[in-house]
């Protein structure tokens, strides 16, 4: 991978981890891309932060809908807690 990219996805990754841990309790992210999703996780997880990577915006969506999801994220339009 070319120098700069690296860069990019590490101060990218770093910046979603710092956002999340101070703004929400969960995030919860999608890309038609399945390789941005696949470097996404990689990157994420590498960073101790959940990979809530999804195909499409309904797959997002019905992940927060989910009855008894505990990761303490916030109802679609409630702001996290």
Same mark, same amino acid.
């Given at each position: ?10 101060? *990218? @990754? ?5 956002? %999340?841990?101070?703004? +929400? $309790?969960?995030?919860? #992210? *999608? @890309? ?5 999703? %696949?470097?996404?996780? +990689? $990157?994420?997880?590498? #960073? ?34």
């Amino acid at each position: 991978m070319h120098h700069t990219a690296i860069a990019v996805k590490d101060a *990218y @990754t770093d910046m979603v981890r710092e956002v %999340a841990s101070r703004h +929400h $309790a969960s995030v919860t #992210r *999608y @890309t038609t891309s399945a390789f941005m999703r %696949a470097k996404l996780q +990689h $990157a994420l997880l590498e #960073r101790g932060v959940a990979p809530r990577i999804f195909e499409c915006a309904a797959d997002a969506r019905r992940h927060l809908e989910m009855p008894g999801r505990d990761d303490g994220a916030a109802a679609p339009g409630r702001p996290s807690r």
